[in-house]
């Protein structure tokens, strides 16, 4: 084990090269490129042996990977907003070959207006292509998620590929002490890939991702609804062990000071840790905050979240995407339509925030628990998303002569 | 902050002879004034110059003028726009075009 | 937790100042760092600035730098090019200017925290031979114990590999001087 300074990007570079991957196929994007440049580096200088292939597209990256995957050998690739999308196509494929790929995503909000930075609406918009989706809330947990994610993906009962996604700049260029294990306790826990079902072997030939007739369809669908429902019992699993390997310890959610909480916010990704701050904060000036971070958005933990909040009186969800069209964000919907399984009649406010880089400061995500607790105190709780840090001239930004060509 | 909500929900009702566009566009065009960019600026020496026109021919934003058939009406260069590339000083068969460092930046 | 925000234009080694101060911290005295750099669209003479955090345990906090407890300025220029060096800053902010001359007429002069400057430029120009005045900015900054000068050493060596040596040499120099407004 070794302590070294890492950015998000550097972090998800070194455990692919710990998991040993043996084909990658990438193509740069901001803010992922330093991925696609390190793994390079990796394979130049000898220190990773594998096969690096120069690909014209993210469609091209994913369409190599899931040839090489088949082939049995562990690959890698990593990307970011419109490289994401550009992949839709093959992400199904991937997905629905049931191939253990694992892809750290660096979220990056989708056009149009351009932007490089951070919101989730990238890999919001894959929520339902059949992949696994993690969120790391630093670099370390990107490192070790990404780790645990090839053991799960490759588990017979998932077979599922995972993207373990991390915050756009808040995550991959934010560089901070990262524990990076010995490839020998790497191998102990993550043993060489063996393909578990589709391969290509010329001596055995297999037709893949043929025409697939009504009569078939739903079943096969059915079969990844069943890998996703087995994803809930094997990530603890998994998790557990790899605490026993490095010490370290994940969950599918994780709270934080939510024992007696009067309001808790729900969060994803890097705004967990400012989340604690203020909770820290706020709990100093006496009040009964806390916080619920969902690690494992696909699968939802719908359970897990539902016993989190069992007691807790007014919840809050912080969504980095807009939900366009939604009631309320893509996580506030899953939050809702968990809580409401249960018939809890709980107030569940939906907060949007942080689109297009926009920093979710402390005092943000303060703005938001102050308003969760007017609730508490008997405000009415709004229906519709609440979008916390939009400025007053919204609809005023680009003023031009009125008349003019109309 | 629903007050605050509230107020950017409301479409401005106001008389004046204004209306507002929605989305990405730029209706003030200060990023496309390159000549921010410079660390050296072109300066050429008027008399040596012959008024051959390379540097306006390569020059990639052509921002260069210059009378060639008068040597009385000095070359010019549109420094609002200018990047200080130096592809302009690169060209000119006399040399005579200097890359001077900007002040402030050297 | 300490904040800091560093300024500087393009191509002064702003970001990189940032990781190095983050590797001596947290790698080579054992604690805790954090740095956020600001992406925009780069270009050589913009300004650019980088945010720290260092601490005794973890950061969790993952947002930029709004109330700098150190302030490091790279560049006098980043005033003239309108970035306001004392934004957030309070009565205790420290700043630690790259400059010749004692900065007496500056925003951050009086009314805040002491004032520390160092020709970083002089020493980078006469050690390193370019104008990259961060190895000598991040040497000077030892000055005022957030962190020890042979672990910005050591960080550098890290950072820079072949060119270590005059980095540590142009550190050792801006730490030897250092002056108090």
Redesign the interface.
Known sequence: MVRKLLDGNGAAAEAMRLARVQVIAAYPITPQSPIAEKLSQFVADGTLKAKYLRVESEHSAMSCLIGAQLTGVRTGTATSSVGLALMHEVLGVASGLRLPIVMPVVNRSLVSPWSLWCDHQDTMAERDSGWIQLYAADAQEVLDLTLLAYRVAEDPRVLTPIMVCMDGFFVSHTSQPVEVPDQEAVDRFLPPYRPQNLYLDVDDPMFVNDLTPPADFTEMRYQQKVGFEAALEVLPEVMDEFARHFGRRYDLVETYRCEDAEAVLVTLGSMSGTGKYVVDQLRAQGQKVGLLRVVSFRPFPADRVRAALSRVPVVGVMDRSAGLGAEVGPVCTEVRAALSAEGRQVPVVGFVGGLGGRDLAPKTLAAAFSRLLEIRAGAPAPRTSQWIDVRADALQLREVPAGVRH | ??R??D???Q??GSSK???????????VFAATQTGT?R?HRPVINQAACNRCGKCARFCPLDIITMDRKDRSRDVTVDLTYCKGCGICAAVCPLGCIAMVPEG??G | MLQLKLYGLGGQGVVTAAKVLAEAVAVHEGRYAQSVPAYGHERRGAPVYSDLFVDDQPILVKSFVYEPDYVLIFDLAVLDKGVDVTQGCRSHTVFLVNSAQPPVDYPFSRGYGPVYYVDATGISLATIGRNIPNSAMVGAFAATGVVGIESVARALGDIFGKAGEINVEAARQGHAAVRKL
């Open positions: 902050m629903s605050l909500q107020r950017v929900m479409q401005s002879p204004v209306r507002y566009l929605y989305g990405p566009v730029a209706t960019w660390i402030g930046e």
